[in-house]
């Protein structure tokens, strides 16, 4: 028996965060007019003169507004490590705090393979994984369950000493290929933390400064390919519908998905028409032969767990929105049958 392989294609409907765990401090990044320029700082240094190395050995010990303004003066393209777009949002805090010497402006990059950014397909395997175990979960989730130990017992690879038999788990007979998006699909973007209050938005004033990919409803719809691959020989009795195709793997991603969790944000966000339009816009691009996953940074507890199972959900407080009306992660899967 052999991986069969099926073809998929996915579209950001709302920005995309997977980080790669680094940040960037202000003097390792640059803006210039609308582009956002990640620095190679030996490759600043190797083009100094004696004397400019002296000065920039000063601002690092003790001037860390001087050494980002330095950094900026000296900057020239060929210095970059790679570019992208920046979001008026982002230039204007950039211009703003650039001079606050209290003001970190870090920045958290893309995930990257060689300098190229790419969707992992573990992220995106975590994310159908979560849609599979609400399908096979009968009934509401208690509290004291640990999450590993319902996973073990739903998806049937607990040993007989009543531990996870990780090897025996059946949902290694599915595998996601990583996912590659174009440099120029990725955008400097400044992400807000909003809370809902008396029926209003309220910022919570986190400054928070991302690459995050382009999407649908920012204005500018892209199509990534990857693929879904299956191996029935790790399948078992609950996963035996995977054998099968896409299918069942869609409506699962959709009853958890598009049923429960869109939901619930439509329902978060219940009068506030600038984000309930963003949301009937998510609803209505899911096509025949596709489903909604979400996935990556700001896509929040209920997205990335099974939260809205359990008999006493978790509130959930507060939501990321970029320009006070974009939520995060929201990706579309098409596939073939």
């Known amino acids: 028996m052999k991986w069969e392989s099926f073809p998929i294609t996915l579209t950001p409907l709302t920005p995309l965060h997977i980080g790669d765990g680094s940040q960037l401090e202000a003097y390792e990044y640059t803006v210039v007019k609308d582009r956002f320029y990640r620095l190679s700082l030996d490759r600043l240094l190797a083009r100094l003169t004696p004397a400019e190395r002296e000065s920039i050995n000063r601002y690092v010990e003790r001037d860390l507004v001087g050494l980002r303004k330095f950094v900026r003066e000296h900057f020239s393209p060929d210095i970059a490590e790679y570019q992208a777009a920046a979001s008026p949002r982002f230039r204007e805090v950039y211009e703003k705090k650039l001079s606050e010497a209290q003001n970190q402006m870090i ?5 990257r393979s060689l300098g190229a950014p790419l969707i992992p397909g573990s992220s995106l395997k975590g994310a159908l994984r979560t849609a599979i175990l609400d399908r096979l979960i009968a009934s509401p989730i208690s509290s004291q369950t640990y999450a590993d130990t319902l996973e073990a017992e739903t998806l049937r690879y607990m040993s007989d000493r009543g531990r996870p038999d990780i090897p025996s788990d059946p949902l290694k ?26 029926g209003r938005l309220t910022d919570m004033s986190l400054q928070i400064l ?10 500018q719809e892209i199509s990534l390919t990857g693929e879904i691959r299956i191996y029935d020989g790790f399948l078992n009795q609950p996963t035996a519908p995977l054998k099968d195709g896409l299918g069942w793997l869609a409506e699962a991603c959709n009853r958890f998905y598009r049923d429960q969790v869109l939901k619930a944000e439509e329902g978060y966000f219940q009068g506030l028409k600038q984000v309930e339009d963003t949301y009937h816009r998510i609803r209505q691009a899911i096509k025949p032969n596709s489903f909604l996953v979400r996935l990556g940074w700001g896509s929040g507890l209920d997205s990335v767990s099974l939260n809205l199972r359990k ?20 990706l579309r899967v098409e596939y073939k049958i």
Not at 107 to 111: E, L
Not at 173 to 191: N, P, T
Not at 317 to 323: E, H, P, S, Y
């Open 107 to 111: 920045v958290f990059p893309f995930m």
């Open 210 to 219: 991302q690459e995050v990919t382009i999407s649908l409803v920012t204005g």
């Open 173 to 198: 007979g599915l595998r996601i290929s990583d996912i590659a998006i174009s440099a120029e699909h990725i955008v400097a973007e400044q992400i807000e933390t909003k809370k809902k209050e008396a």
């Open 311 to 330: 008999q006493s959900p978790r509130p959930v407080k507060t939501r990321k929105l970029i320009d006070d009306r974009v939520p995060m992660g929201w």
